[in-house]
């Protein structure tokens, strides 16, 4: 650990020419981090022994590092904003932040970004935060490996995980939030990336995404958050890669879609939903190569969606594939394979000879009349179903995939 | 009353058409479980033959049985045996052989390829549902005394309960389409055994696309224990309404 000290020290010697560290401990010159942060100077290092802080609220407004040995603990005292930054290029690495402010006016939070850029903010633990890690006006900032845990109730009494707002090129990697409001929260926030967090029981959104132009989420995992993942009023959004998994309720999706328009969704897992995607007003979407398992709708596409390619992806297991609400069909679905399938391949070439229809009858009677749930799996609504397959009359007549696939994609 | 009840079962086990159900039964269950490649689905695809095959067998057949042994009824009424212990035991044989036929037919492949709380679920729904339109089949056969009336009565029962009584209830649900009918719901659909029955296997089986309002408010009454003992009294009261109003009767015919 001292070699590592030291060649750190050394290296942030190096690179600004005259940079010092300074120590923080029960048993050193500095008691607080406070008093160490008024003696530092632009590039210095601060090392944090372990132990228990009351730093009250910690303005950061130095380009300074600020590391944790073993977690040193930052209490907010429920009172207390806990770290606030307000300068370039600061680095805060390896702290337990717990029991911040909670406020209904002021958005208390464990480490705030003020205006900044460059910041990096790493492998911290936040316990019972409002809300965690919070940035305003952030540009290149790095989040990364950190870990939030609150354990409210009540959505009025919590904040979101990570909350970005008005903030470009961010880099959300490698977190675990669980038992916030929403885990990640991104509004109009540009050119950033969410790579490999994992969001669980969060009370509302596991992500919830808004006016956030071109970003990317990639490899993260959303299960069992009160609403499932939400995505709205964007465009060129990628998404590759996740897993939504077990989001349940009337209101609760893998992924809510509204108004998102010039986005791809690629290789993603949608498992035990309730609805695996709902769609409304997006436009200019391509679906390629995931996966809808039992899921009760796997896919539910308003009418008001507009130029949706779906292609190749598995629908397995769902209870209803797809459901819409109008008759209006202006997407494309091409090669997915449907389980529920009963066509032929006569000239064996892995393609079905006729369309498939992924629409039931009895799921548009569902969207209009809910209880009517109620006669889920009755012989009456299969026989409604297979009447309607041989006079479509209420479904709608070209929402239907032409070349359905016979075999499931090894996805 | 021990020797009546010997004495129609059987006979009735003597009768091929039992023996033919349960063949059929047994074939049926064996085939959709292999068939499908995961036994949830043979499961889901059982419970369509449950709620449509076992209820038209029972009635169907209790009613001809009933009729074919009139002669037998009066014979034995001619007897000093009590009109109860004769219609009684006649109740018991026949309930008692349609549900060993069952149990063996749809019960044993259940048991051996799903023996989870759904398929224990569909196993007593189903034997429910034989005892059910058992007593229902001789309420029907002791109100009308033409045979082909009778059996004209009984598939007509059938007919209501599978399938018009669902189409009234879509035919409520779009008239009142303004009101919150969940609640109501769930006092409509025990007005139908094949409809209490159904949404009892149903909750137990594909949970994801019931969790929605209507799903959460069944699964907040049926999913709780006082809920599943009022369900399956409800059941129990199916079976014992009929067969005891059917008895009142028969005391009083004159045959």
């Not at chain 1, 039992?294 to 390619?309: E, F, P, R, V, Y």
């Not at chain 2, 309930?95 to 044993?108: R, T, Y």
């Amino acid at each position: 650990m001292k070699i590592f000290i030291t060649i750190l020290a050394l290296l942030s010697l190096l690179s600004s020419g005259h940079a010092s560290t300074i120590r923080v401990g029960k048993n050193l010159p500095f008691k607080t981090i406070t008093e160490a942060l008024q003696k530092a100077k632009e590039y210095d290092t601060i090392l944090v022994e372990e132990g228990l802080y009351h730093e009250k609220n910690l303005i950061i407004d130095k380009s300074i590092t600020l590391k944790g040995i073993h977690h040193p603990v930052l209490d907010g005292e429920h009172k207390y904003q806990i770290i606030s930054i307000k300068a370039n290029n600061v680095t805060v690495d390896g702290f337990t932040l717990q029991y911040s402010a909670v406020s209904s006016i002021t958005d208390y939070a464990g480490i705030k970004i003020y205006n900044a850029h460059n910041v990096s903010i790493l492998n911290n633990v936040l316990t019972d935060t409002f809300f965690g890690i919070y940035s305003q006006y952030g540009t290149n900032c790095l989040i990364q490996n950190n870990k939030l845990t609150a354990h409210n109730t009540q959505e009025q009494q919590s904040g979101n995980g990570i909350h970005c707002w008005k903030s470009d090129s961010m880099r959300i990697i490698g977190n675990t939030v669980t038992g916030h409001r929403d885990g990640i929260y991104f509004e109009f926030v540009t050119n950033s990336i969410i790579w490999r967090n994992q969001s669980y029981k969060n009370l509302r959104y596991g992500l919830h995404f808004m006016f956030s132009h071109n970003d990317a989420y990639i490899a993260n995992v959303f299960e069992h958050n009160g609403s499932g993942v939400s995505v709205m009023f964007s465009h060129g959004v990628k998404m590759f890669h996740n897993l939504f998994k077990e989001n349940w309720g009337d209101a609760a999706y893998g992924i809510l879609l509204k108004e998102i328009s010039d986005s791809y969704i690629e290789g993603n897992y949608f498992e035990r939903n309730t609805s695996g995607i709902f769609m409304e007003g997006a436009s200019r979407i391509t679906m390629l190569k995931n996966t809808f398992r039992n899921n009760g709708w796997g896919l539910k596409i308003q009418a008001s969606c507009l130029d949706i390619t779906l292609k190749n992806n598995n629908f397995i297991g769902n209870t209803f594939d797809v459901g819409t609400n109008g008759s209006l069909v202006l997407n494309t679905f091409v090669n997915n394979f449907w389980d529920k399938y009963e066509g032929y391949d006569l000239n064996k070439d892995k393609i079905g000879d006729v369309p498939y229809r992924p629409v039931s009858m009895y799921s548009m009677v569902v969207e209009k009349n809910p209880p009517s749930m109620i006669l889920f799996r009755s012989f009456f609504t299969s026989l409604m179903d297979k009447s309607e397959k041989v006079i479509p009359s209420l479904t709608p007549e070209n929402l239907k995939d032409d070349h359905p696939l016979m075999k499931p994609l090894p996805l | 009353m021990k020797k009546i009840f010997k004495y129609v079962i059987t006979d009735i086990l003597r009768n091929k058409t039992v023996l033919a159900y349960t063949v059929f039964l047994l074939a049926i269950s064996f085939s959709l479980f292999s068939l499908e490649d995961n036994a949830t689905k043979g499961l889901l695809s059982l419970l369509n033959i449950i709620l449509i095959i076992v209820p038209l067998v029972s009635i169907i057949f209790s009613t001809i049985y009933v009729y074919n042994s009139s002669e037998f009824i009066e014979l034995l009424v001619s007897q000093p045996l009590k009109r109860k212990t004769i219609w009684l035991s006649l109740f018991a044989g026949l309930s008692s052989s349609l549900c060993i036929a069952f149990f063996i037919g749809a019960g044993i492949p259940v048991l051996i390829y799903e023996p989870t709380v759904t398929g224990f679920m569909m196993i007593s729904v189903g034997l429910l549902l034989s005892i059910i339109f058992v007593a229902i089949a001789m309420l029907a056969t002791v109100i009308t005394r033409d045979k082909a009336k009778g059996i004209g009565v009984g598939i007509l029962l059938w007919l209501y309960f599978s399938l018009l009584f669902d189409g009234l209830v879509l035919f409520i649900l779009f008239q009142f389409a303004d009101y919150p009918l969940e609640k109501i719901m769930i006092g409509i659909s025990a007005l139908n055994p094949i409809d209490l029955g159904r949404i009892l296997i149903l909750l137990k089986m594909d949970i994801s696309a019931l969790m929605g309002y209507t799903g959460a408010v069944f699964r907040d009454f049926f999913g709780t224990h006082a809920g599943l003992i009022t369900a399956f009294v409800t059941l129990i009261i199916w079976a014992g309404v009929p067969a005891w109003l059917s008895l009142r009767k028969f005391n009083r015919k004159d045959l």
